[in-house]
């Protein structure tokens, strides 16, 4: 009896999260134009385009690391401290040289990268909640870029800096390089063995140890490459900004916005289930807000209270609509599991 | 898995015996540790055991012992309070800004914030509980809205200056206190609320928001409406980051800042108290304890140079060691006393919480 | 020489905290039979399969695969010689492909790239192998019917080319005709030379598929037997008979059976379905039924934990709402859950804080009283431990149910339901259990006692009834036999075993 209500198959609607992102972020965009419109003002100038497609740049590399931590079941919370150590390492040693740029990128991401592998090995090896472990290691950070720099730092080398201004068409340089950098790790997901165990480690990690996968690998492999990806968007700052500053990714509150943009986009935060591109749509959808927000003029500290309230709703819309994670293929596969742990006998 | 086969004794343990034992819990360890350190910061400024120094000395660090109580409320029903910054500083804020210099008006604008904040708490309690919003998140989201508006009130920049009558609260205090000399008001608010604190945990409440951190469903089939205690836990915590406001006004100003760090400065001491961050363990006075500790640990590294800029880092490695010191033991002793132990045992996922 | 053996299993102990489940069995398995494992609860069964799963390492004895000794210590070692196993519980991915689970942990590459093409193109095989080709190994197991993740759970299994497949209870939640389906896959690989060792409670399965069988009691081996020479009432048996010995504590003197206290009228919920029931004061009513099969279900029903949403509850003739525990609990029902230490403890919490659980969440003003009242329920439960303070997870098994009933009995109930009471205590402990239902019932307590040990219920119930896919099969009078019970539980119908 109970068998036939586990037949029936989820409902279609849900199979394709993704969609219903990009559908949310078009009605968003709708919605946009039209208040930029009531307001007098076109939503579609190249200039607010540009605006909006930078401020995706950012956030977006930041989402990438944060979409693979949470799909391995885990949360990186040190990434605004891995922005700003990014960026005014990379300033420092550049020192408006150009010759220095190489040497300016590679230590910023040397160090977000090593700073990264920290997180995974407390996660995956000592065994640390992702949560409390990625914000400890942030606060050491943010203890050291305290205490060693007071203000902006350092400037950019006169490439990275054209970089960060050049564009193709109305499409920022930066932004296509975020897009090739999702569509790489996109790839690493589908076609890699360790991009199929970050989902089955998030997915359910007794089945994935039961498969003879060494669990901690993809965890440590994901929050080394959020560490990457976090140091890249420090990059991404010193390009525009020209400097680097100790408090620049605490100011961008990427921690939060990203973790909101990974859910948005249909990510669980359990883990096991999301996808780069869902989170590109929650990324989207963040910055057309903030981007209809700016061509409104809101007060830049009323945006925050804005995305405070859309970060809970989204999150709470999430949690209510999202179907249970876990099938059960037996009915009793839940007293069974709980049962197997704790009855002395091993016998269900 | 120890059988024991005694007889049961209907009598609790002598408080001596509970004591001696406790040193052996990091929840009672954290005394130890205290008085170490207090004995270290007392060579190294021997002023400071003077009681009237000693007394000025605790009402500095009463806002933090108050915040880490009102987050031991949260954490121990297994949540998290992230946004206990971000009310401190709109609490300062409103303060600063509603009573000026006008006397009369601390009151009302007292009982104000006492209702403002029960109303964050509740915010926070339902989102968490009822709309099933992970608790840091809705805690952060909270905590970007208020500062937002906290923001926005003041330009940024501090403003507001209270009354000298509503500043003394956080500042002055009772002179020519017989032994003591000087007893700081704070030190009065401090006591009083931890006492209160106490009380309500050995109360039927108390004692149930713990069961519902350590295990919410069998504390929900006990008859417990789990939601509404963890929002109470909730409202306490702004109420704790309420009455820290109220001291900080004292002796910090105006600012829309001056809350930064408070919720991790809690979140440690909460930790080095040996409260399981999952909710279900620890004590209250331990947490407490481990505030002090935590403010004398960085009056000694001033002493020795270090700078205060270094206090999140310190903070962030008590963390780590005081959660993976004991993980680390534990795991290599499950493994080599039960060989028994299934190798496919499900092992607690990445994201989940293990309890020191 | 061909080996007549593919496994030959001897002396396998096993013990879990100094508790045996498994001594000294063997076990052979020919080629390409099918092998049927059949016991009790309890019997032994699933810790053997998991033993050879290389879930469990065993204490001692040897097990020989195709000749040579083995010894696993992780569930990927067993696969790659050659047993693979399809556990009862999950042991997919939900929101993985079919293919994806199949190759988990193994992908197929090329150029140092997974090929989805190449695991589709293997999935497929394994279907064609297996005669199934609904399956689209591209969807995500989420999405299969509860038969068609058993075919991807046995593909798995097949994909790493086994010589022996264990399959542990793998109807449980099917459908007559996906029952038709596995009996297919099962012939064919047969037919490859693989055996099946095919663990089963339905005498029907078993006759139908098994070449030999052997049968488990208590963790020791009873039997092996060509099938042809059994009868299933033969064999159930071999599987029971046990003399009820003095375990079971007789009826307490003064115990009358008065009004009835609960009354279900076709109760249902999305669990289960047309329950009607009634318990009566100083009675013990039994229930039976098969894993799976809606007890847990009822219970939690009457307990608002998982409230009935069709038909009606009445206490003391009075129609109820129950939505919630603490409605159930202020209405006087006990709800003492058949996982102790997942859903009925505060396992950091000591023993006194355990014990006032129920009566702080419902009648707060009370708790301080009761906590006289619970010193004085462990010196009458006799209760071992040290004091009011000792945290309860250091308490034994026995010991804890204990203040599990002081908890539940501080709040004075009338109705008492039992899930499993005596599930992983010691048999000294359960005899006092017993005693104190028992004297509960005495009391004037209306009890209802779910239990998965045959014995227990015939032991101690007044009635017996037995659910069966989630609805009420049977209901059978005192001194019924285990056969009886397990005849109803499992659907042979009692003229069927007569023949």
């Given at each position: 009896m109970r068998a036939s209500t586990a037949l029936g198959s989820a409902p279609r609607i849900f199979s394709s999260t993704t969609t219903i992102v990009y559908l949310v972020f078009f009605v968003v965009l709708l919605l946009s134009t039209v208040i930029a419109a009531s307001a007098g003002r076109s939503f579609f100038t190249q200039g607010n385009i540009s605006v909006l497609l930078t401020s995706t740049t950012v956030l977006g590399f930041v989402s990438i690391g944060q979409t693979l931590v949470i799909l391995v079941g885990s949360l990186d919370l040190s990434v605004p401290f891995l922005v700003s150590i990014a960026s005014v390492l990379s300033a420092g040693v550049m020192a408006g040289q150009s010759a220095n740029m190489a040497s300016g990128i590679a230590t910023a991401l040397i160090t977000t990268t090593l700073i990264g592998l920290v997180n995974g090995l407390l996660v995956g090896f000592v065994k640390i909640n992702g949560f409390i472990a990625t914000l400890s290691v942030g606060l050491i950070v943010s203890g050291y870029l305290f205490s060693n720099y007071r203000g902006s730092t350092g400037k950019a080398a006169p490439a990275l800096a054209s970089l960060g201004e050049a564009s193709i068409g109305f499409v920022p340089v930066m932004t296509i390089i975020m897009f090739l950098c999702l569509v790489a790790t996109v790839a690493l997901l589908a076609k890699t063995r360790v991009g199929l165990h970050i989902y089955a480690v998030g997915g359910d990690p007794a089945v994935a140890r039961m498969s003879g996968i060494h669990n901690a690998v993809p965890i440590i492999v994901t929050h080394s490459l959020s560490g990457l990806f976090a140091g890249i968007a420090g990059l991404v700052i010193v390009a525009r900004l020209g400097v680097g500053s100790p408090g620049v990714g605490e100011q961008g509150g990427y921690d939060l916005l990203s973790i909101a943009a990974v859910v948005l986009g249909g990510a669980v935060l359990a883990g096991g289930r999301g996808s780069l591109w869902g989170s590109l749509g929650g990324i989207l959808i963040f910055a057309t807000l903030d981007s209809v927000m700016g061509i409104m003029q809101l007060n830049p500290y009323l945006k925050d209270v804005v995305r405070g309230l859309i970060i809970i709703m989204a999150v709470a819309v999430y949690a209510r609509s999202s179907i249970p994670r876990t099938t059960f293929r037996f009915p009793v596969a839940s007293e069974g599991r709980r049962a197997s742990v704790s009855t002395a006998r091993g016998e269900l | 898995m120890t059988t024991s086969i005694s007889r049961y004794n209907t009598a609790p343990l002598p408080m001596r015996v509970r004591v001696l034992r406790s040193f052996a819990t990091p929840g009672g360890a954290i005394y130890l540790l205290l008085a170490a350190l207090l004995i270290a910061l007392i060579l190294y400024n021997p002023g400071l055991a003077a009681p009237d120094q000693l007394m000025r000395f605790i009402g500095r660090t009463a806002p933090v012992a108050i915040v880490a109580a009102g987050q031991y409320f949260v954490i121990v029903s297994g949540e998290l309070d992230l946004s206990m910054a971000a009310v401190i500083a709109a609490q300062v804020v409103l303060a600063g800004n509603l009573i000026g210099q006008n006397a009369a008006r601390i009151l009302p604008v007292v009982l104000l914030m006492i209702g403002l904040g029960a109303a964050v708490g509740l915010v926070n309690g339902v989102i968490t509980t009822l709309l099933k919003v992970p608790s840091f998140i809705a805690t952060l989201g909270t905590s970007l809205a208020i500062s937002g508006l906290t923001f926005y009130a003041t330009g940024g920049a501090p403003s507001g200056n209270p009354v000298n009558s509503f500043r003394a609260i956080g500042r002055d205090g009772f002179e020519n206190v017989p032994i003591l000399g000087f007893l700081p008001y704070s030190v009065v608010v401090l006591m009083a609320l931890v006492v209160l604190a106490a009380w309500l945990m050995r109360k039927p409440f108390g004692r149930t928001l713990i069961a519902a951190g350590d295990n919410p469903v069998a504390t929900s089939l006990s008859g417990a409406s789990v939601w509404w205690l963890r929002t109470r836990a909730f409202i306490l915590s702004s109420l704790a980051s309420t009455v820290a406001a109220v001291l900080l006004v004292g002796y910090a100003g105006v600012s829309p800042v001056v809350g930064d760090g408070y919720d991790f400065a809690a979140i440690t001491a909460v930790v080095l108290g040996g409260v399981a961050l999952s909710g279900g363990r620890g004590w209250l006075m331990s947490a407490v304890a481990a505030a002090f500790a935590l403010e004398v640990l960085f009056s000694l590294l001033s002493f020795v140079g270090v700078a205060s800029t270094w206090r999140p880092a310190v903070q962030g490695a008590i963390i780590l060691v005081a959660l993976g010191a004991p993980l680390i033991r534990w795991r290599r002793r499950a493994f080599s006393a039960s060989p028994g132990i299934p190798v496919a045992s499900p092992a607690p996922s990445p994201g989940e919480e293990v309890s020191a | 020489m061909k080996l007549v053996f593919a496994l030959q299993a001897r002396g396998i102990s096993k013990s879990f905290f100094g508790y045996p489940a498994l001594s000294n069995v063997d076990l052979d398995i020919r080629r390409g039979e099918v092998h049927g494992l059949v016991g009790e609860n309890g019997a032994g069964k699933s810790t053997l399969m998991k033993i050879l799963a290389g879930v469990y390492a065993k204490d001692s004895g040897f097990v020989r695969l195709n000749g040579e000794e083995v010894d696993f210590s992780h569930p990927v070692q067993a696969y790659k010689a050659g047993i693979s196993t399809v556990f009862q519980e999950f042991n997919l991915i939900a929101e993985r492909t079919v293919a994806e689970n199949i190759f988990l942990g193994r992908e197929p590459r090329v150029h140092g790239f997974v090929s989805r093409r190449e695991m589709t193109r293997r999935t497929e095989a394994l279907f064609d192998t297996l005669g199934v080709d609904s399956i689209n190994p591209a969807v995500r197991v989420r999405q299969l019917s509860v038969a068609q993740q058993q075919i991807v759970e046995i593909a798995k299994a097949l994909s790493y080319e086994p010589r022996i497949i264990s399959m542990d209870e793998p109807t449980s939640a099917l459908a007559d005709h996906e029952v038709e389906l596995l009996y297919g896959i099962i012939s064919r690989l047969t037919a490859r030379g693989v055996s099946i060792l095919y663990v089963s409670h339905r005498m029907r399965e078993i006759f139908d598929l098994c070449d030999r069988i052997t049968v488990l009691k208590d963790g020791q081996l009873v039997a092996t037997h060509d099938a042809a020479e059994l009868t299933e009432q033969e064999l159930v048996r071999l599987m029971v008979g046990r003399s009820l010995s003095a375990l079971?504590?007789?009826?307490?003197?003064?115990?009358?059976?008065?009004?009835?206290?609960?009354?279900?009228?076709?109760?249902?919920?999305?669990?289960?379905?047309?329950?009607?029931?009634v318990l009566r004061r100083g009675e013990i009513v039994g229930m039976a039924g098969l894993q799976g099969s809606g007890r847990t279900e009822v219970l939690e029903g009457i307990s608002g934990a998982a409230p009935f949403t069709r038909g009606f509850l009445r206490l003391n003739g009075e129609r109820a709402l129950i939505r919630r525990p603490k409605q159930a609990i202020r209405k006087g029902i006990a709800h003492i859950t058949e996982d102790r230490k997942a859903t009925g403890l505060t396992l950091n919490q000591s023993v006194m804080d355990n014990a006032l659980a129920v009566i702080r969440s419902t009648q707060p003003s009370k708790a301080g009283k009761a906590r006289h009242r619970a010193n004085q329920l462990f010196l009458e439960l006799e209760l071992a431990a040290r004091g009011p303070d000792q945290e309860i997870k250091f308490l034994s098994g026995g010991n804890q149910q204990k203040v599990v009933l002081a908890k539940w009995l501080l709040a004075e109930p009338r109705i008492i339901l039992l899930d499993e009471p005596t599930r992983g205590i010691d048999v000294g402990a359960r005899h006092a259990l017993y005693s104190v239902i028992r004297s509960l019932a005495a009391a004037g307590h209306a009890?209802?006692?779910?239990?998965?040990?045959?014995?227990?219920?015939?032991?101690?119930?007044?009635?017996?009834?037995?659910?069966?896919?989630?609805?009420?099969?049977?209901?059978?009078?005192?001194?019924?036999?285990?056969?009886a019970i397990l005849q109803a539980a499992s659907g042979v119908s009692a003229s069927e075993v007569a023949a």
């Open positions: - | - | 079971f504590p007789p009826v307490a003197p003064g115990t009358t059976v008065g009004e009835v206290a609960l009354e279900l009228e076709h109760a249902g919920n999305g669990l289960v379905d047309d329950v009607s029931l009890i209802l006692m779910v239990s998965s040990e045959l014995p227990e219920v015939i032991g101690m119930a007044d009635r017996i009834l037995v659910m069966k896919d989630g609805r009420l099969a049977a209901e059978l009078p005192l001194g019924s036999s285990e056969e």
